[in-house]
């Protein structure tokens, strides 16, 4: 089998050059076509898992390795260049500028033409197209966030990273949302996401990562996990 | 006809001064609020940076006027402009490379790139005043006026006259044009866009492949086309000298303040509530009330509210309370 197409290899690293280390020998892997979750307690380091992925955190020791090309150096610019798509877990939207601007801003690399992408976006995620000309910093939490990943797919992203995409909004637009992010992953763009919503998440994950304290605890398929009667005790409530 | 009159009066005395004084101090308000904007600290040496700018115009002018060069009844001025805009963007890249970037790269605090500017403001002011000079300069040429008090009267037959001079006419469609330009290129091009973006969100920004040095780079180069061009304007109107423009700081800043940092077209409007208010202030009312108030209510004074050695306390005032009521600005912050 060859390698995975977004590897984040023995990741430790933190914020700031002299920080302590939040993450510690984390391994996080994604293959074409997958959904893969990283789930664990508050202040496991999941965000940070994916921040260092992207470039935000310089890391201490460990490597990133994008579609087996190294990337640990490069910074988030150069990243997104590549392929990735990362849409953070706040502010993730340009709230002064209209829904169509800030779909237009996650094309900003691409020379190519952009409209069929933001057709599909408008496919994807319906209410966006009605509120185009609105102001993204009007619109509800929930539609924030399919501005915030409608942005991230713009950019035509080969892997698509997104950190706590359901934080904050309501329970019902939870599983819309996740509906989304299934279609998305059907089209063979691998997603990998950061989640509080353990249960649901994993529900829809093809691969799952348990951490804990910056380390990898479990790891297996989201319905192993979800199986798991240590991770149910543990971290599902029962 | 009385109450023409009185308009007339005021047209010529009060409004069209105030309206010029107005756009100067709006292209000078908006290259202050594009670098608070997007390079997030307030740049204290934008009023030198105004007159390093006209320095680079004088100069020029100087030259071109030594070797017969005019501009017909338009001032040489103008045709000396872009050449002292690249002069002025060359040098504030050059001092963004030497200085700024140093402190970018550290992430510095606003306050701290706030001392910063102050230390480029009192290089600036030394260096022009070291090479043209601490006095007055003339620079102007061509005819000083589109139309005399007198062509008017003669024109009109009222007994008060309208003059246009021809620094009031430039200025008013000058600032019309580079407003246009500027928020048609910010909100229509893709790099304008992009500066917006950066501005709003400058992680989001650098996460959609924005280059930080290219909207960096850009932000000085219209920051030093509007400085020179508001620069040269004032001074055609009025005088050149270096003090003047270290001066203009207060209402400069007061107008950016007042619009709303960061919002363009507030920070337009609030150049001329500054000016307006300026000059209001300042003005001898007593012509216009003649005309307009019955016989037994004329007044004997001037009617002027405030000498104009006092017209930068108004300013002061403004922008005091609008701090204390309004701290965003009249028309808001541009962010939510």
């Not at chain 1, 993450?23 to 898992?49: F, H, M, W, Y």
């Not at chain 2, 061509?142 to 006419?169: D, I, N, P, Y």
């Not at chain 2, 200025?171 to 501005?199: C, D, E, H, P």
Request: with cysteine; net charge negative; aromatic share 10%.
């Amino acid at each position: 089998m060859s390698e995975p197409f977004l590897i984040g290899d023995c990741m430790t690293g933190g914020y700031g050059r002299d920080g302590p280390d939040i993450l510690r020998q984390c391994t996080i892997s994604i293959d074409s076509g997958e959904i893969a979750v990283i789930v664990g307690p508050n202040g496991a380091g999941k965000s940070t898992a994916l921040k260092a992925m992207v470039g935000m955190i310089d890391l201490h020791e460990g490597r990133v390795w994008l579609n087996g090309e190294d990337i640990t150096r490069l910074p988030p610019e150069e990243r997104v260049v590549r392929g990735m798509g990362f849409v953070p877990q706040t502010n993730n939207i340009f709230t002064s500028m209209t829904v169509e601007e800030n779909l237009e801003m996650g094309a900003y690399i691409r020379n190519d033409d952009i409209n069929s992408t933001m057709e599909q976006v408008y496919e994807l995620f319906p209410v966006l197209k009605q509120k185009r000309r609105q102001i993204a910093g009007q619109l509800s939490g929930g539609q924030r966030q399919q501005v915030a990943v409608g942005r991230a797919l713009m950019t035509d992203p080969k892997v698509l990273m997104l950190d706590e995409p359901t934080a904050g909004v309501s329970p019902i637009v939870v599983s819309e949302l996740f509906d989304r992010i299934t279609e998305i992953a059907q089209t063979g763009l691998p997603v990998l996401m950061a989640e509080q919503n353990a249960r649901e998440s994993l529900a829809i994950a093809d691969k799952g990562y348990v951490l804990v304290q910056g380390g990898n605890a479990h790891t297996g398929t989201g319905k192993l996990l979800l199986e798991d009667e240590e991770v149910r005790q543990s971290f599902l409530g029962g | 006809m009385d109450f023409l009159n009185a308009i007339i009066a005021l047209s010529n005395f009060a409004l069209l001064p105030a309206i010029a004084y107005g756009s100067q101090l709006a292209l000078g308000a908006l290259g202050v609020t594009m670098i608070y904007g997007i390079l997030r600290f307030s740049n204290f040496a934008h009023g030198d940076t105004m007159a390093f700018g006209t320095m680079c115009v004088i100069l020029i002018t100087w030259y071109m006027q030594s070797l017969g060069i005019d501009f017909g009844p338009l001032p040489t001025a103008l045709l000396a402009l872009p050449f002292g805009i690249l002069c002025c963007i060359a040098f504030l890249l050059l001092v963004d490379r030497a200085v700024y970037r140093f402190y970018r790269a550290q992430k510095a605090n606003p306050v701290i790139l706030m001392i910063v500017s102050m230390g480029v403001m009192f290089i600036l002011h030394g260096l022009v005043r070291l090479i043209l000079g601490p006095g007055d300069q003339r620079f102007d040429d061509g005819s000083r006026f589109v139309m005399t008090a007198r062509e008017f009267k003669q024109w009109t037959g009222f007994s008060e006259g309208l003059a246009v001079k021809t620094s009031h006419g430039i200025t008013i469609l000058t600032a019309i044009a580079v407003v246009a330009a500027l928020l048609w290129f910010l909100n229509k091009t893709r790099t304008g866009k992009s500066m917006r973006a950066y501005s709003d969100n400058e992680d989001l920004a650098l996460l959609s492949g924005v280059s930080p040095d290219r909207v960096v780079a850009i932000t000085w180069i219209i920051v030093a086309a509007l400085a020179t061009i508001a620069g040269t304007l004032y001074g055609l109107d009025k005088s050149y000298k270096p003090f003047t423009y270290f001066s203009l700081l207060l209402p400069i800043f007061a107008s950016a303040i007042v619009g709303g940092l960061g919002n363009p077209l507030g920070v337009i409007a609030g150049g001329f509530v500054i000016a307006f208010s300026e000059i209001f202030v300042t003005y001898a009312w007593k012509k216009v009330l003649g005309y307009i108030l019955p016989e037994y209510l004329k007044p004997e004074g001037l009617v002027q509210l405030l000498s104009t050695d006092y017209k930068f306390a108004v300013s002061f005032l403004i922008l005091l309370a609008v701090l204390l009521l309004r701290p965003t600005g009249l028309f808001g912050e541009n962010r939510s």
